[in-house]
């Protein structure tokens, strides 16, 4: 499949380079390309901004093993989206419900700050995934840099599709755009996003989830 994920990709050489040094540091770490999670199937799909140092980039898997995957699988486990409430190590035994989690970057960047250019030469990847998605579908974005890499994989102009937490935008192809403010350790510590707050961003997401079924 043309653009489909890989997990060799070194197109970005800031990016490249950063992994091999982290690796040197960390050797017990991935550090490469992190894949998408989840049910390959879904009707929803969860796009975050990269993976996190100690986090994905550690663990091989999005989300898991950091700060800003407590809050996310917590809710996800609420939902009915995952067998577990916790997403510590890539052999926990965790399974995701009609549900898969990518970023919009694939590499750890220095600083969580991916370049304008980093996240255009990626896009391929999370276009073809959101080819993938099943429809009618529901794609919730977790936070600015992710709605906008959406808009961009999409083909439809920025302007037209402003970020705001909880915003929502439907498409002619049947797929529904959620907004929220990133589940980061920042976010949630300074009550940007609440628990209160992401949780109403997933009961929408399970309410359109379940007309599309009907």
């Known amino acids: 499949m043309p653009n489909a994920f890989d997990p060799d990709c070194r197109e970005c050489p800031r990016l490249a380079a950063f992994l091999d040094a982290v690796k040197d540091k960390n050797c017990n770490y991935y550090c490469r390309p992190v894949p998408s999670f989840g049910d390959v199937l879904a009707n929803f799909l969860i796009v975050g901004l990269a993976p996190g140092m100690h986090g994905a980039n550690?663990?091989?898997?999005?989300?898991?093993?950091?700060?800003?995957?407590i809050l996310l699988y917590e809710v996800l486990y609420e939902f009915g989206f995952s067998?577990?409430?916790?997403?510590?190590?890539?052999?926990?035994?965790?399974?995701?419900?009609?549900?898969?989690?990518?970023?919009?970057?694939?590499?750890?960047?220095?600083?969580?700050?991916?370049l304008g250019a980093e996240i255009n030469t990626c896009n391929k990847y999370?276009?073809?995934?959101?080819?993938?998605?099943?429809?009618?579908?529901?794609?919730?974005?977790?936070?600015?840099?992710?709605?906008?890499?959406?808009?961009?994989?999409?083909?439809?102009?920025?302007?037209?599709?402003?970020?705001?937490?909880a915003a929502e935008y439907e498409f002619t192809s049947g797929i529904i755009l959620l907004d929220s403010y990133h589940c980061s350790?920042?976010?949630?510590?300074?009550?940007?996003?609440?628990?209160?707050?992401?949780?109403?961003?997933?009961?929408?997401?399970?309410?359109?989830?379940?007309?599309?079924?009907?």
């Not at 999370?126 to 429809?135: D, F, H, P, V």
């Not at 009618?136 to 083909?155: K, T």
């Not at 996003?193 to 997933?202: A, N, P």
């Open 58 to 69: 550690r663990t091989g898997r999005p989300f898991t093993g950091d700060y800003a995957g």
């Open 83 to 114: 067998n577990q409430v916790q997403s510590l190590d890539v052999n926990d035994d965790l399974q995701l419900r009609n549900c898969r989690i990518t970023n919009a970057v694939k590499c750890l960047p220095p600083k969580n700050k991916p």
């Open 126 to 165: 999370l276009t073809n995934e959101l080819r993938a998605l099943a429809s009618p579908g529901v794609i919730l974005a977790l936070g600015g840099i992710a709605h906008r890499a959406i808009i961009r994989a999409m083909s439809l102009k920025q302007v037209d599709y402003p970020f705001g937490h």
């Open 185 to 214: 350790r920042y976010n949630t510590n300074t009550g940007r996003l609440t628990g209160e707050m992401f949780r109403s961003v997933f009961s929408r997401a399970s309410e359109l989830l379940t007309q599309a079924a009907r």
